[in-house]
């Protein structure tokens, strides 16, 4: 019996890294279209992980919200900070640091 509790363990532990790798890959084309959008550089060309929970949707449907963080460059010498947040698979939210619009 516990054999069977460990596959489904398994399998359903696949299926979440599968959705969490195409979440941060949607997640990284909003920050690079955002980015382009303003005129900035993304830094690294990633977003890293922050934070997991549990969220509602529009709809009252149970969802998984991740946030991301990513770094970009509005000069080309300096750091700034930027935050993406994703419920399910789709963009919720985005912040950008304030800085220079060019």
């Known amino acids: ?5 460990a596959i489904v363990l398994i399998v359903a532990g696949i299926f979440f890294w599968i959705d969490s ?8 084309a909003a920050g690079r279209s955002a980015c382009k959008r303003y005129g900035v550089q993304l830094l ?4 890293q992980f922050a934070q997991l929970r549990l969220a509602r949707d529009d709809e009252g449907r149970l969802r ?14 300096n750091r700034r900070h930027g935050a993406i ?6 963009l ?4 950008l640091e304030p800085h220079r619009l060019q």
């Open 1 to 5: 019996m516990w054999e069977a509790a």
């Open 44 to 47: 690294d060309e990633t977003v």
């Open 92 to 95: 919720q939210d985005m912040q």
């Open 21 to 28: 790798l195409r979440a941060r890959e949607r997640a990284l």
């Open 64 to 77: 998984l919200r991740r946030s991301y963080r990513f770094e970009f460059s509005d000069t080309g010498d």
């Open 85 to 90: 947040v994703m419920l399910g698979g789709e």
